[in-house]
Structures are given as structure tokens and as C-alpha cells.
């Protein structure tokens, strides 16, 4: 399976994104798919996490009530739509996605949960 994000770019504070991930196959009836992201100099970090099925979604601290996960099935595509944007949001964005569901929902934010991860897309907040 491969993953392949996109939507990144230089913007301004305040500014919106909207990121995608579009996978090659349509494999992930029972799993999840999630955005991390990764500043300079620190760790990876959990954004969001949507499971696939249902719908269900988990956001990170941050970022609750500026983004917004989504997925489009048909498409095997999953967005991070975001708005009100900070210059700490300034990072690469990676997408990663598993197969399977996992029996407790804090797992999701954990980035050794998932098999498959994109190249990352750049994400650029100017203050």
C-alpha cells in the first residue's frame, strides 16, 4: 500500500490548508488512516486519526477546533482540513494508515500503531 499526501505550502497565520492522502488501494474497510507531524528538532507528533469504517475521528490537543479530518471512500482519499493556522502548526505532515481497527481509542495517536506512511508534505505558518 502506498500513500501519497499533498496540499502543503507557505501561508500566513490565520490562513487555512487542506492536506490529502490518497492511497493505492482499497484496503482499509476495517483500519485507520491519521496525520502526524514532525517540527524541526522535535519528535513526531499525533495530529488526527479517522477510522476508516466508521468514521470515527480523534484529534490531538492542539489542534481541536482548528482541523478537521475527513475521509472520502470512494476515493481512498483522507483530508486534514485546516484553518486558523499558527506558526507552531509549522512542520512536515506525514499520513499513515493500518489495516486493522485497534481495541482502545488512544492507540490511535500512537505512530508505532501504523504499517504504512507517506512522504510527508511541508507545512510553512509565517507570524
Known amino acids: 500500500v502506498q500513500l501519497q499526501a499533498s496540499g502543503g505550502g507557505l501561508v500566513q497565520a490565520g490562513d487555512s490548508l487542506r492536506l490529502s492522502c490518497a492511497a493505492s488501494?482499497?484496503?482499509?474497510?476495517?483500519?485507520?488512516m491519521a496525520w502526524f507531524r514532525q517540527a524541526p528538532g522535535k519528535d513526531r507528533e499525533f495530529v488526527s486519526a479517522i477510522r476508516w469504517s466508521a468514521g470515527s475521528t480523534y484529534y490531538a490537543d492542539s489542534v481541536k477546533g482548528r482541523f478537521t479530518i475527513s475521509r472520502d471512500k470512494a476515493q481512498n482519499t483522507m483530508y486534514l482540513q485546516m484553518n486558523s493556522l499558527k506558526a507552531e502548526d509549522t512542520a512536515v505532515y506525514y499520513c499513515?494508515?493500518?489495516?486493522?481497527?485497534?481495541?482502545?481509542?488512544?492507540?490511535?495517536?500512537?505512530?508505532?500503531?501504523?504499517?504504512?506512511w507517506g512522504q510527508g508534505t511541508v507545512v510553512t505558518v509565517s507570524s
Open positions: 499513515a494508515a493500518r489495516l486493522s481497527a485497534l481495541a482502545g481509542s488512544w492507540y490511535y495517536s500512537e505512530p508505532q500503531r501504523y504499517t504504512y
Open positions: 488501494e482499497r484496503t482499509f474497510s476495517s483500519g485507520a
